[in-house]
């Protein structure tokens, strides 16, 4: 079965740039998507079709493809961002979450 | 606005069944894919399924296959998830969300239900 690979946590200090990959085969063939959750909510599509936001997300958000990668990159990262970010991809016909990353702001 | 609305938390015994209701509005039922995500205590996303809400058709994650049934009632908006012969593994946190696909191409999920919590529990 198709898997997607994060890495558990990603730390970043207020302002800079926070990158959190996830790994598949030949990934950048397929669209991803991104989730954020945070504790006790429910999860938010901020990104799709790879790299397109869904309308009112902040346009800090971005989203790119490569090879087996696909990256979410938050840029001037503020403490509201302080989340578990989840990527997402459809192998055939179902649907395949990466295991989550935990971003720290710090 | 559009929202997705789910039935309050359910307690069951190990191998009873639990039914978790999704309620739309605010939207056409059924130009969106309804998914079913779940979340155990303390870990990730685990994708369950998907029912069509205009034809009824559903694609279960192979894992589910045999246990889960989705349905939909069009006429009130609603999608329906049975999970049976429940285990103290089952206990979680259990999602709806929608889904817009195009001629395969899918849009993601970009509303959630809010959520209910299943506890499996002798």
């Known amino acids: 079965s198709y898997e997607l690979t994060q890495s558990p946590s990603v730390s970043v200090s207020p302002g800079q740039t926070a990158s959190i990959t996830c790994s598949g085969d030949?990934?950048?063939?397929?669209?991803v998507c991104w989730y954020q959750q945070k504790p006790g909510q429910s999860p938010v599509l901020v990104i799709y079709?790879?790299?397109r936001r869904p309308s009112g997300m902040p346009e800090r958000y971005s989203g790119s493809t490569s090879g087996n990668t696909a990256t979410l990159t938050i840029s001037g990262t503020q403490a509201m961002d302080e989340a578990d970010y989840y990527c997402?991809?459809?192998?055939?016909?179902?649907?395949?979450f990466g295991g989550g990353t935990k971003l720290t702001v710090l | 606005q559009e929202q997705l609305v789910q039935s309050g938390a359910e307690v069951k015994r190990p191998g009873a069944s639990v039914m978790v209701s999704c309620k739309a509005s605010?939207?056409?039922?059924?130009?969106?894919?309804i998914h079913w995500v779940r979340q155990a205590p303390g870990q990730g996303l685990e994708w369950m399924g998907r029912?069509?809400?205009?034809?009824?058709?559903?694609t279960y994650a192979h894992q589910f296959q045999g246990r889960v049934t989705m349905t939909r009632d069009t006429s009130i908006s609603t999608a329906y998830m049975e999970l049976s012969s429940m285990r103290s593994d089952d206990t979680a946190e259990y999602y709806c969300?929608?889904?817009?696909?195009?001629?395969?191409?899918?849009?993601?999920?970009?509303?959630w239900g809010q959520g209910t919590t299943v506890t499996v529990s002798s």
């Open positions: 969300a929608r889904e817009r696909e195009v001629g395969a191409t899918y849009y993601g999920m970009d509303v």
């Open positions: 605010g939207y056409t039922f059924t130009a969106f894919y």
């Open positions: 029912i069509n809400p205009k034809s009824g058709g559903t």
């Open positions: 030949k990934l950048g063939e397929r669209y």
């Open positions: 079709k790879s790299r």
């Open positions: 997402q991809a459809w192998d055939s016909s179902t649907v395949v």
